[in-house]
């Protein structure tokens, strides 16, 4: 499976939550050998993957289930795999929920730790991180497809701002259809 993780200390909060997921990062563990994959990927075109990581996202979000907050905009990315970056390449989602209590925040992170399991997902990692902050934080993987998703419940310490639901959905590796150019594809 894909590991997705954060890293503490990844700074302050600089106010506008494009700040935030600026500086979040995802690191997928990947590998140099194509064998160590552990699976052959799909061959998927760009907007594609980019399509199916945003519904991903939507299903994550509605695990959360607070439909009256709100989320940042950014859609998905694509970065390439570096087991071949001429050929493959993953999608990246990092968005937030906020504009709610940090009650509401607590509950909508609770829901989603109770609903990945449900909805087949495996959660591998959950509780505080290693941050100053110790935020409470989740990773979890897709036991249906190629996905994992990294969640932090930041609510409080004097740096959290904007209390919000900070969420990371990474794809696994896919192959660009045969003459896509990856160069320059973000």
């Known amino acids: 499976m894909i590991r997705i993780s954060s890293r503490g200390g990844r700074g302050r909060a600089l106010g506008a939550l494009t700040s935030v997921l600026a500086l979040t990062t995802i690191a997928t563990g990947c590998s140099k050998d194509m064998d160590d994959l552990g699976y052959k990927p799909t061959t998927l075109a760009v907007d594609d993957a980019r399509a199916k990581t945003k519904s991903v996202s939507s299903q994550i979000f509605d695990m959360i289930g607070l439909k ?5 905009e950014p859609g998905p990315s694509i970065s390439a795999c570096e087991e071949d970056p001429e050929h493959l390449f993953l999608s990246r989602h990092p968005w937030s929920v906020y504009g709610v209590s940090p009650e509401e925040l607590k509950q909508g992170f609770q829901r989603l730790k109770e609903n990945l399991p449900k909805e087949g997902w495996k959660i591998v990692e959950y509780g505080p991180n290693k941050s100053a902050a110790k935020t409470l934080e989740l990773t979890a993987d897709s036991e249906k497809e190629h996905f994992s998703v990294n969640a932090e419940l930041r609510v409080g310490g004097s740096s959290e701002k904007t209390p ?5 959905v990474v ?15 973000y």
């Open 171 to 185: 794809s696994g590796c896919y192959r660009a259809p045969d003459g896509t150019d990856l160069n320059g594809v």
């Open 164 to 168: 919000l639901i900070l969420v990371n």
């Open 68 to 72: 009256q907050a709100k989320t940042t």
